[in-house]
């Protein structure tokens, strides 16, 4: 079974322009979640979907950030403009209905010169 | 809201010796989860071992277990038999029982560095 995929693995931007990043969840589950991880810290909840709907967004900066999920299967998180603060890792998780586990991605570092 | 706090920014281990990670956590809630992620520097989260607040009994994944204790809300992982693969960073996480509203967001601790030497 193939795990969480994400790319692009790494990406070097300049301030003030967009970026993406898309992940695939494990097939079949239906809670797919969006974690920031800054250096030196542990990963915190920008966004959670349950399915294509969007339950838990209070951490997500919504004036440059967003998020989809359409047909409750892959989604895509976007930065519009980026800024320094916004170097991290982005990861993305699944888990099963009302599962426990998650499953990590590997993430994508964010690099924002 | 709940807080989970890892006081032990880096550990040191020689091969095939034991090693405790400590992790405390804050929360009024009564039923919970808690776990403990490895980091490699791949990056990929992996959980090592999880614990339902409800049960008594200490969780034991071959060589990791944790020591829970509820009063003390305290969740600490040993490592034994200590393995080079084992070197990572780790993450204590908390987790409410109840999966409703935010209740399935994982509140990570800082991390502890995990150093495996010969």
């Known amino acids: 079974e193939a795990g969480v995929v994400q790319s692009p693995r790494y990406k070097i931007i300049e301030k003030k322009q967009p970026v993406a990043f898309w992940c695939n969840p494990i097939?079949?589950?239906?809670?797919l979640y969006w974690y920031r991880q800054n250096l030196g810290q542990g990963p915190e909840l920008l966004i959670r979907y349950e399915n294509e709907e969007a339950v838990d967004d209070s951490q997500l900066p919504k004036d440059r950030f967003s998020a989809e999920r359409l047909k409750g299967v892959d989604s895509t998180l976007k930065i519009q403009p980026a800024e320094l603060g916004d170097s991290a890792v982005y990861l993305c998780?699944?888990?099963?209905?009302?599962?426990?586990?998650?499953?990590f991605g590997p993430g994508t570092r964010l690099t924002v010169t | 809201a709940q807080t989970v706090t890892q006081s032990q920014p880096e550990m040191s281990v020689q091969e095939a010796e034991t090693v405790t990670l400590s992790c405390t956590y804050d929360?009024?809630?009564?039923?919970?989860?808690l776990f403990w992620y490895k980091q490699p520097p791949s990056r990929q989260m992996i959980l090592v071992i999880r614990q339902e607040a409800y049960k008594q009994q200490n969780a034991t994944e071959n060589r990791f277990s944790v020591n829970f204790q509820k009063a003390a809300k305290s969740f600490s992982l040993k490592i034994s038999d200590s393995q080079l693969g084992d070197a990572a960073m780790y993450f204590c996480?908390?987790?409410?029982?109840?999966?409703?509203?935010?209740?399935?967001?994982?509140?990570f601790g800082t991390g502890t560095r995990l150093q495996v030497t010969l």
């Open positions: 996480a908390y987790r409410r029982q109840l999966n409703t509203g935010t209740a399935s967001k994982l509140t």
């Open positions: 097939s079949g589950h239906n809670t």
């Open positions: 929360t009024s809630e009564s039923d919970y989860y």
């Open positions: 998780a699944s888990s099963a209905d009302r599962g426990y586990e998650q499953y």
